[in-house]
Nanobody
């Protein structure tokens, strides 16, 4: 069975940094898409960044240049380095994994329901 566990969340001041980790177990396909999503308080879930097993990355425009997604594809682990954090980044952050094709923009950014496996989330709070 597939399990995902996020870690690294916390409370920071604006301008600070956090590094989130997501460790996936039980997923053996060599081709995949791993995605970070977030849900701010009172708002809908939104895609943040994605990376596929080939190393191709995607970002939502609001985090481009501030966040960096990376992976260790040998161990099915993904990291989200978050710099220059803003209060608007406050959210519960989730990681998900699915088939390689779902890293295309019409899936990862708009159709999170296509991803079968999700972690429980880690809270990020940015405030002064």
């Amino acid at each position: 069975q597939v399990r995902l566990v996020e870690s690294g969340g916390g409370s920071v001041q604006p301008g600070g940094s956090l590094r989130l980790s997501c460790v996936v177990s039980g997923y053996t396909s060599r081709s995949y898409c791993m995605v970070w999503y977030r849900q701010p308080p009172g708002k809908q879930r939104e895609a943040v960044a994605a990376i596929n097993s080939e190393g191709n990355t995607r970002y939502t425009e609001s985090v481009r240049g501030r966040f960096t997604i990376s992976q260790d594809n040998a161990n099915y682990t993904t990291w989200l380095q978050m710099n220059s954090l803003k209060p608007e980044d406050t959210a519960m952050y989730y990681c998900a994994v699915g088939g390689l094709v779902y890293c295309t923009s019409n899936y990862w950014s708009d159709y999170p329901e296509t991803f079968t496996f999700w972690g429980p989330g880690t809270q990020v709070t940015v405030s002064s």
